[in-house]
């Protein structure tokens, strides 16, 4: 089975924090994907990349940078938390066509 | 980019077939559709995706129209466990385009 893990499931940080959201997939995927989820707007793309070290904005990255140094690896980062980005955060890596989705992470800046 | 347009909310009885519906006027003709749901506190998970032909898989049937501007996810047999949001997504480029999608209710 495809696993697509995050690092946290739920997280609470303050205005002004730099915040780290982690995903690690095990399928060897090129493709990976950022996205957030909040109620009434769907699902918005943040940021993705597809390949080790390559990026690219999505339709919402502003507040946010990505890094992907290994393959497996996809992290999201806050330089500089602030309340507009308390949402649920959602990893995906694609292959053959299929996405797969981390299980989220919820977080809350105060 | 193209855009979904689906219901906000269906019913359906358990043990009965559920058509769920979507527009995608803007579709390009290379652009496919995919399917996703996503359970409660959890991510969405794969359901089915095509590009012009009717596709059958062990969870669902896509039905495409002919000029693919529209495309209705068929569950043969709804069950509690099928509650959940469906989202209809176009696949431009590498990305998926979701939309708002549909909350499927199951009553038994």
């Known amino acids: 089975d495809v696993k697509v893990t995050q690092s946290s499931r739920y997280l609470v940080k303050r205005t002004g924090e730099k915040v780290f959201l982690e995903c690690v997939q095990d399928?060897?995927?090129?493709?990976m994907f950022w996205y957030r989820q909040d109620p009434g707007l769907g699902l918005r793309l943040i940021y993705f990349s597809y390949d080790v070290k390559m990026k690219e904005k999505g339709d919402i990255p502003e507040g946010y940078s990505v890094s992907r140094e290994k393959k497996e690896r996809f992290s999201l980062i806050l330089e500089s938390a602030s309340t507009n980005q308390t949402s649920m955060y959602l990893c995906?890596?694609?292959?053959?066509?299929?996405?797969?989705f981390g299980p989220g992470t919820r977080l809350t800046v105060l | 980019d193209a855009k979904t347009t689906q219901p906000n909310s269906m019913e359906s009885n358990e043990e009965e077939p559920v058509h769920l519906p979507c527009n995608h006027s803007t579709i390009s003709g290379t652009d496919y559709i995919h399917w996703y749901r996503q359970l409660p506190s959890q991510g969405p998970e794969y359901v089915i995706h095509g590009l012009t032909s009717n596709v059958n898989n062990r969870m669902a049937s896509l039905a495409i129209a002919e000029d693919r501007k529209s495309s209705t996810l068929i569950l043969h047999r709804a069950t509690l466990r099928d509650a959940a949001v469906y989202y209809c997504t176009v696949r431009v480029g590498n990305k998926l385009v979701f939309g708002a999608g549909t909350i499927l209710r199951v009553k038994s």
């Open positions: 399928m060897d995927h090129e493709n």
């Open positions: 995906a890596s694609e292959g053959d066509r299929t996405y797969f």
